[in-house]
């Protein structure tokens, strides 16, 4: 069974403070998603990655993807309240359209 | 308009009910999927729908039933449900392909007694 850990499960931090989420498996991914999902709400998708150590970056939110295609990174630059909810990674393994999705983070920034 | 409009919010039922949830997609995208999302346990894929066809079934019990009339509708039949079975369940849609970005709805909380 494929498996995507996300570490750490939560977090609570200042607001200004910088944090990195992580998103580990021993699968190689085709592509590779991060999602913000907030309560009451589906999951909204951030970036998508396919390329083996590409980096993107969406304001404050910078994401890597491994250079193995195995992992990936979300970085947030001084964190804000509205940052706050459940991130969430998903790969898709080659050959297939689904994706499989992440254990979870869920990120709480204090004001 | 939500591109992705799922109905009911919230349900109640109990386990010799037979309820159905509903999941609409105005995007113009050629899959559907149901996913469930406990507490604790990672978004669980149930269905894939791919132009009306059934691709994917991730050995859901068949007290669940899915059903896609056409490629904008997407429908789950619920019946003999179980404790364990109250979650999030949520629809999403995409266009089919590598890659392709996935619009969740804000899902129904379904609560079995």
């Known amino acids: 069974t494929q498996l995507l850990e996300q570490s750490p499960q939560f977090l609570s931090i200042q607001e200004g403070e910088n944090l990195t989420v992580y998103c580990n498996s021993s699968s190689v991914f085709s592509s590779l998603q991060w999602y913000r999902q907030e309560p009451g709400e589906g999951p909204v998708l951030l970036v998508t990655?396919?390329?083996?150590?590409e980096v993107k970056k969406l304001k404050r939110l910078t994401f890597q993807f491994g250079d193995a295609r195995k992992d990936s990174s979300l970085h947030i630059t001084a964190a804000q309240p509205g940052d706050t909810g459940l991130y969430l990674c998903a790969g898709s393994l080659s050959g297939t359209y689904k994706y499989i999705f992440g254990t979870g983070t869920r990120l709480k920034v204090l004001a | 308009e939500t591109g992705v409009t799922q109905t009911p919010r919230h349900l109640v039922m109990g386990m010799t009910n037979k309820k159905s949830l509903k999941c609409e997609q105005h995007?113009?995208?050629?899959?559907m999927y149901w996913y469930k999302q406990s507490a604790k346990k990672p978004l669980e894929l149930m269905f894939v729908y791919n132009f009306k066809e059934q691709t994917e079934n991730n050995s859901v019990p068949s007290r669940f039933s899915p059903e896609c009339p056409n490629s904008s509708h997407l429908f789950l039949h619920l019946h003999t449900l179980q404790p364990e079975d109250s979650a999030l369940y949520l629809c999403?849609?995409?266009?089919?392909?590598?890659?392709?970005?996935?619009?969740f709805g804000d899902g129904t909380r379904l609560s079995i007694l």
């Open positions: 995007l113009g995208h050629n899959a």
């Open positions: 999403a849609s995409s266009q089919i392909g590598q890659a392709q970005p996935q619009h």
């Open positions: 990655v396919v390329t083996g150590g």
